[in-house]
């Protein structure tokens, strides 16, 4: 599966950053910092722009997200097995980071790690990884530098692509691959857009 990233700077309008809804949100505990997820309703006029970058699509889902740790590794495959393109854009002024994109993906969402309490994704052993996981290799582990020091278990995971966060920079990757934030000194808090896209399926 080779599906190339893009970027796209000034992404979102300010009229389109205004038009945010925060009513409808869903929390998520965790010993080691909350998620606060507020769901959106995506504009014609932000959904135009993306698809000049990947063509056509449809759209699972949307939210911003509002964590207080970095993400750790996860894939955005869903359920239904034709995940699309993840959009994720910054709306924190001065962003923390960057996106780690690894080279192994799945084609049905596992979680890796039960930091966040939720009942939708089963948490993969590491004898299942190595089944569902696919370009999964137990010989090979990422580096063990601040970059990954929120990953637990680093084995069998390699990097594909590394790109800084800035505000309002749209980035759009394959969800299907296995991605993490990274994590820095002093990590306070991140705040993006993230739309997860479905392959429109032609019959």
Known sequence: MKLKHYTLKNFLSSQEIDSFNYNIKQEFKSDTGDLTLYHQKISTSIIEKIKKCIGEFTIRHSHIYN???????????????????????????????????????????????????????????FEERKEKINEFNPNISLP???????????????????????????????????HCSQN???FTSKKSLAIFTNETLHT
């Open 67 to 125: 964590l207080k740790q970095p993400y750790r590794l996860h894939c955005d495959s869903g359920q239904e097995n034709n995940s699309y393109y993840t959009i994720i854009v910054p709306l924190d002024k001065n962003p923390q980071g960057g996106l780690f994109i690894m080279n192994q993906w799945s084609d049905k969402a596992y979680s890796l790690d039960d930091y966040y309490t939720q009942n939708i994704q089963s948490v993969l052993n």
């Open 144 to 178: 063990d530098t601040i970059d990954f020091k929120h990953i637990k278990d680093k084995r069998g995971f390699s990097v594909k692509d590394y790109i800084d966060y800035e505000y309002n920079k749209a980035i759009m990757y394959p969800g299907k691959y296995y």
């Open 184 to 186: 820095v000194e002093n």
